[in-house]
């Protein structure tokens, strides 16, 4: 069975750190690039970061770039994403996702398999 369990959310005030998890089962690092996504309310869900299957390499969300940070461990079956300078339009539910693939994409109906999502709120 696969699945996506993220966790690590939560609520801070602006400037501060997180790092959220994504532990993986089902299916091996090999075959699928994972991406982190989030949703704002009454937003569309975006993709924020994504880490190749092929070669770990990485694509950010011009939003997040040199703030945010994704890696994977292979041998542990996770995936990070280390948030740094958060603000307050971070705040979202953040979602990670596995693409049978390696070539970069943000499209949304390109990933198989989707996390049940963690809720980060940034204060003012």
């Known amino acids: 069975e696969v699945r996506l369990v993220e966790s690590g959310g939560g609520l801070v005030q602006a400037g501060e750190s997180l790092r959220l998890s994504c532990a993986v089962s089902?299916?091996?690092?090999?075959?699928?690039?994972i991406a982190w996504f989030r949703q704002a309310p009454g937003k569309e869900r975006e993709g924020v970061s994504f880490i190749s299957s092929a070669d770990g390499s990485t694509h950010y969300a011009d939003s997040v770039k040199g703030r945010f940070t994704i890696s994977r461990d292979i041998a542990k079956k996770m995936v990070y994403l280390q948030m740094n300078s958060l603000k307050p339009e971070d705040t979202a539910v953040y979602y990670c996702?596995?693409?049978?693939?390696?070539?970069?994409?943000?499209?949304?109906?390109?990933?198989?398999?989707w996390g049940q999502g963690t809720q980060v709120t940034v204060s003012s």
């Open positions: 996702a596995a693409n049978r693939g390696w070539v970069f994409t943000f499209y949304f109906y390109s990933f198989d398999y």
């Open positions: 089902g299916f091996s690092f090999d075959d699928y690039s």
